[in-house]
T-cell receptor, first 112, second 115 residues
Framework: KNQVEQSPQSLIILEGKNCTLQCNYTVSPFSNLRWYKQDTGRGPVSLTIMTFSENTKSNGRYTATLDADTKQSSLHITASQLSDSASYICVVSELYDYKLSFGAGTTVTVRA | DTAVSQTPKYLVTQMGNDKSIKCEQNLGHDTMYWYKQDSKKFLKIMFSYNNKELIINETVPNRFSPKSPDKAHLNLHINSLELGDSAVYFC??????????????FGDGTRLSIL
């Protein structure tokens, strides 16, 4: 069973609207949680990295939250733009290890 | 100036052939990675090198052999290609290991298709 689960699998929103993506993980001991954006045909690009002590981190219109107690994270996209259409991947790093556990991603489609 | 560059971008070849994918990073990073992304878009780590030393070697068939001539390059050689090897292969780099909160920088992938 994958240690990082993302929901929903995909969603469609209208331009200008907000949306929230969810990530639940079981990785332990926890080191950090990352959100990546992957445009079609491109490699993933890092949006945020949060450690155990961080509850929220923003990168422009992207805001990530982390609850390390419940092992949940969310990525909120504000005032969506057509360029936000992409796959968003949640990745969790284990403490004292080099490995990363990847979620399957949420595909976001923004329509005009 | 591309930070992490992979060549070729597309690779179409027949089953049984041997092929190589090259990766170079100009970010001065110590750690480099190879990932495989299957048709379901799921990324899986294959290998990681830190300063030319292998630090991650997941359960990958020994037909796959990484080579790091220096810390700016990590190449992937695949022997006796099989249909199941068809996927997108991503190279990435980071300043240090991923346990240390450093972002990874990815190349744009090599799309490998086996006929």
């Amino acid at each position: 069973k994958n240690q990082v689960e993302q929901s929903p699998q995909s969603l469609i929103i209208l331009e200008g609207k907000n949306c929230t993506l969810q990530c639940n993980y079981t990785v332990s001991p926890f080191s950090n949680l990352r959100w990546y954006k992957q445009d079609t045909g491109r490699g993933p690009v890092s949006l945020t990295i949060m450690t155990f002590s961080e509850n929220t981190k923003s990168n422009g219109r992207y805001t990530a939250t982390l609850d390390a107690d419940t092992k949940q994270s969310s990525l909120h996209i504000t005032a969506s733009q057509l360029s936000d259409s992409a796959s968003y991947i949640c990745v969790v790093s284990e403490l004292y290890d080099y490995k990363l556990s990847f979620g399957a991603g949420t595909t976001v489609t923004v329509r005009a | 100036d591309t930070a992490v560059s992979q060549t070729p971008k597309y690779l179409v070849t027949q089953m049984g052939n041997d092929k190589s994918i090259k990766c170079e990073q100009n970010l001065g990073h110590d750690t480099m990675y190879w990932y495989k992304q299957d048709s379901k878009k799921f990324l899986k780590i294959m290998f990681s090198y830190n300063n030319k030393e292998l630090i991650i070697n997941e359960t990958v068939p020994n037909r796959f052999s990484p080579k790091s001539p220096d810390k700016a390059h990590l190449n992937l050689h695949i022997n006796s290609l099989e249909l199941g090897d068809s996927a997108v292969y991503f190279c990435a780099s980071s300043q240090s290991g991923t346990a240390y909160n450093q972002p990874q920088h990815f190349g744009d992938g090599t799309r490998l298709s086996i006929l």
